[in-house]
């Protein structure tokens, strides 16, 4: 399995955010700018909550199976394989709605003397923030599921013993 580059993903959100930016821009002369949901930035932080979450979870979990204590669980590999991929896939989903609610948000920025576009654009900022809370949580859980390096080039994910 190979790892999230950080680089791919910023690339990504800067991408994504310019494109959103001028597509803001481009559908407000046109007409009125669909609205920023009040729900988004909520739901951005809870998937950041649930991995970090987790990743602390597994953390402890490997630390007490390290130290050899009685009561320690272990970290079935599949499960930590399969939070790995959760992370990974909402990284790189988060990378793409930051991007876009961060151009959006950049847009109104330009229109803070109006109350409910002021409001659209704490909105779109606050999801540009939890969507950047998702990626580092997800790098956070990939590294805390990463196998020690075994001599191997290639990057293996899983729970170590």
């Known amino acids: 399995m190979r790892q999230l580059r950080i680089g791919v993903l910023a690339g990504l959100l800067v991408t994504v ?4 930016w001028g597509g803001a821009r481009l559908w407000d002369s046109l007409g009125t700018l669909p609205s920023v949901p009040a ?54 989903v988060a990378a793409l709605v930051a991007g876009m609610y961060g151009g959006t948000g950049v847009f109104l920025l330009t229109q803070l003397s109006i109350p409910a576009r002021r409001d659209q654009a704490i909105y779109a900022l606050a999801s540009l923030a939890a969507g950047i809370a998702i990626i580092a949580a997800a790098v956070f859980l990939e590294r805390v599921c990463k196998l020690p390096d075994d001599g191997d080039d290639d990057d293996h994910t899983g729970a170590s013993a």
Do not use: H, Y
């Open 17 to 20: 955010g310019v494109l959103a």
């Open 39 to 92: 729900g988004a930035p909520i739901v951005l932080a809870v998937i950041a909550v649930i991995l970090v979450a987790t990743a602390l979870s597994i953390r402890s979990r490997l630390r007490a199976q390290r130290e050899r204590r009685p009561e320690a669980k272990g970290v079935d590999p599949l499960v930590a394989a399969r939070a790995v991929v959760f992370g990974q896939a909402a990284a790189l």
